[in-house]
T-cell receptor
Framework: NAGVTQTPKFQVLKTGQSMTLQCAQD?????MSWYRQDPGMGLRLIHY???????DQGEVPNGYNVSRSTTEDFPLRLLSAAPSQTSVYFC????????????????FGDGTRLSIL | AQSVTQLDSQVPVFEEAPVELRCNYS??????LFWYVQYPNQGLQLLLK??????LVKGINGFEAEFNKSQTSFNLRKPSVHISDTAEYFC???????????????FGKGTKLSVKP
């Protein structure tokens, strides 16, 4: 199994450009999420999904869109890139939402390093 | 609201010495606690988790953590570190009401462990 696959690994954009960060998992996980990692800030949740067709906002959703048309894929779209979105982006997934909520460890991809000039 | 505080941003230690990385959390409800490790230019890997039961949790690579409900702490320990343990370590909490109990993780800001020969 490949686990969680993120593409591209690196990307440089100009301010105002748009792009899509891809995330795919082959573990049939229902829960998927996007985080951004900035120095000294830990990881902050951008958007998440508890299943196909269902998405919701996390802590820092502004400037990003997501959709979940299949169980496997959860792309993150930057609508109009800004220098403040320079970061490392991680996609994660875990098993079906448990009734208690939150007790499933998440599997992370290797990240996409995004620079916005 | 839940939050996670990692009290040390950097911890230098000599090889074969013991180490303890501190993590405090705040939550008014039951939570699940995790420690993740991030090696340079990689994604996050689960070290260990506390869901319920025994307060001493053993993980991979010889790490263990103790859940202390009265002190709201979940400190990570290793009795003898190796050069290969040099990495950034993240404490995380999930469960409760954040994000509608959907499995969202709240991360601390990370502790960089540097093991010197």
């Amino acid at each position: 199994n490949a686990g969680v696959t993120q593409t591209p690994k690196f990307q440089v954009l100009k301010t105002g450009q748009s792009m899509t960060l891809q995330c795919a998992q082959d573990m049939n996980h229902e829960y998927m999420s996007w985080y951004r990692q900035d120095p000294g800030m830990g990881l902050r949740l951008i958007h998440y999904s508890v299943g196909a067709g269902i998405t919701d906002q996390g802590e820092v959703p502004n400037g990003y869109n997501v959709s979940r048309s299949t169980t496997e894929d959860f792309p993150l779209r930057l609508l109009s890139a800004a220098p403040s979105q320079t970061s490392v982006y991680f996609c994660a997934s875990s098993y079906a939402r448990p009734t208690g909520g939150g007790n499933q460890p998440q599997h992370f991809g290797d990240g996409t390093r995004l620079s916005i000039l | 609201a839940q939050s996670v505080t990692q009290l040390d941003s950097q911890v230098p230690v000599f090889e074969e010495a013991p180490v303890e990385l501190r993590c405090n959390y705040s939550s008014s409800v039951s939570v699940y606690l995790f420690w993740y490790v991030q090696y340079p230019n990689q994604g996050l890997q689960l070290l260990l988790k506390y869901l319920s039961g025994s307060t001493l949790v053993k993980g991979i690579n010889g790490f263990e953590a103790e859940f202390n409900k009265s002190q709201t702490s979940f400190n990570l320990r290793k009795p003898s570190v190796h050069i290969s343990d040099t990495a950034e370590y993240f404490c995380a909490v999930s469960g409760g009401s954040y994000g509608g109990s959907q499995g969202n993780l709240i991360f601390g800001k990370g502790t960089k462990l540097s093991v010197k020969p």
